[in-house]
Nanobody, 115 residues
């Protein structure tokens, strides 16, 4: 069983920054598909940023230029740097990763952008 544990969420003012972390209990060295999703109240979960099997990164249009996904294989951790945060970024952010055919999810961390 693999565990993904997110951290770094919280309350931030508009224009502020947060860095989310997703720590895996298993090596991510060979993991190609790994990403961050978010779900706001009353809305469907959406992909925010992800590493793809082709080795590239994808971002939802609304966060391009503001969010950056990165990874530290030595720490088995994926990060989401979020800058210039807006109230519409408020959501529960979750990470997922795929080992073989199995996809695992973290429990999520709340991000609230409000003045």
């Amino acid at each position: 069983q693999v565990q993904l544990v997110e951290s770094g969420g919280g309350l931030v003012q508009p224009g502020g920054s947060l860095r989310l972390s997703c720590a895996a209990s298993r090596t991510i060295f060979s993991v190609k598909n790994m990403g961050w999703y978010r779900q706001a109240p009353g809305k469907q979960r959406e992909l925010v940023a992800a590493f793809t099997s082709g080795g590239s990164t994808n971002y939802v249009d609304s966060v391009k230029g503001r969010f950056t996904i990165s990874r530290d294989n030595a720490k088995n951790t994926v990060y989401l740097q979020m800058n210039s945060l807006k109230p519409e970024d408020t959501a529960v952010y979750s990470c997922n990763a795929q080992w073989g055919l199995q996809v695992y999810w973290g429990q999520g961390t709340q991000v609230t952008v409000s003045s």
